[in-house]
């Protein structure tokens, strides 16, 4: 059996000038790959590599000169019973303390520092659950769950499909739809129940489920469009009669009525005549507004008599 070719070639004598320690055994294969092959033309674009590389070495990204970190490291807030919110689901923080916590995500668990100190660990959960609360294995369960935790929207389906059978068949050709955020539409939907009347409602979905409409928007249109359209009177309210016989009632029917003739004494301002108007105030002249100037000859009475002439 031949030894392999790497071992044939560190076997092989070379003369002084040639000695593979110094340049590496494969010198040709090595030239060819890093030196050759970059600039040698592309045969259907006819681009040069080395050149390409060049002009696109401003566009890339540098890697760091250290890898980073396995994990992605988190803050989070302990709510006021000890759990933690990570990616949509709560994890218990064992003690008696409410504090921040410093949690570290790696690629199949979680943990949990508090003071420099690892307080827990969880295995990540499988892709998909979501409003799940874990605790530590092996320990008495916690007394109380998440004070913020979100219910689920399947109490909104069971509602919706609880009005009929033809809410309920839109409601499955919905759900069945790619790309719809599920809890989103059916909280709508069912809001959307509760602005309009059932009857409404069930003609509303049976033509969206005839073209197949699933947007909120279309089907607020479509709602709308039936109430105008129909002939729906609106319900009337049912009245207890019996509440003529309560206390309440009885002593708010026996009271004395009460008495506004105060309001018909009031003075009135007195009525002009019809063809006469009030007098008018004559706004004084600019010359009354005037200081008149002290008569210097008046003490001269022939010149005082040859004026009033």
């Known amino acids: 059996m031949s030894a392999p070719v790497e071992q ?14 110094k340049w590496g055994p494969y010198l040709a294969e090595r030239q060819w790959a890093t030196v050759r092959m970059e600039n040698r033309p592309a045969s259907k674009t006819g681009l040069v590599p080395a050149v390409v590389f060049e002009s696109e070495r401003s566009y890339l990204t540098p890697l760091p000169p250290e890898l980073p970190a396995p994990y992605c490291s988190l803050e989070r807030g302990t709510d006021a019973y000890g759990y933690i919110s990570v990616e949509g689901n709560y994890y218990w923080v064992p003690g008696t303390k409410r504090e921040d916590v410093k949690v570290l995500r790696y690629a199949e668990r979680l943990k949990i520092y508090q003071h420099r100190a690892c307080v827990a660990e969880y295995p990540l959960p499988a892709d998909g659950v979501k409003n799940a609360h874990f605790h530590p294995e092996g320990g008495p369960p916690p007394r109380h769950l998440p004070k913020h935790r979100k219910h689920g929207w399947q109490h909104e389906e069971q509602r919706l499909r609880a009005l009929g059978p033809e809410v309920a068949a839109y409601v499955d050709y919905a759900l069945a739809t790619p790309g ?3 809890p989103r539409f059916l909280r709508e939907l069912l809001a959307l129940s509760r602005k309009v009347t059932l009857t409404v409602f069930v003609q509303a979905l049976e033509r969206a489920l ?4 699933v947007r909120m928007e279309t089907l607020e249109r479509i709602a709308w469009l039936c109430t ?19 206390p309440a009632y009885q002593d708010g029917y026996l009271t004395d009525e009460p008495d506004f003739s105060l309001y018909d ?3 009135r301002e007195e009525e002009l005549p019809q063809n006469e108007e009030p007098p008018r105030q004559e706004a004084p002249s600019r ?3 005037l200081p008149r100037e002290p008569n210097n000859n008046s003490n001269n009475p022939s010149e005082s008599e040859n004026s009033h002439e």
Do not use: I, M, N, T
């Open 8 to 21: 044939q070639r560190l076997a092989q004598v070379f003369s002084d000038g040639e000695g593979w320690k």
């Open 180 to 182: 719809l955020q599920r």
């Open 210 to 213: 005839r073209y197949r409409v």
């Open 228 to 246: 105008s359209q129909g002939q729906l009177s609106l319900p009337s309210a049912e009245v207890d009669e019996s509440f003529r016989e309560r």
């Open 265 to 267: 004494e009031l003075p």
């Open 287 to 289: 010359e009354d507004e």
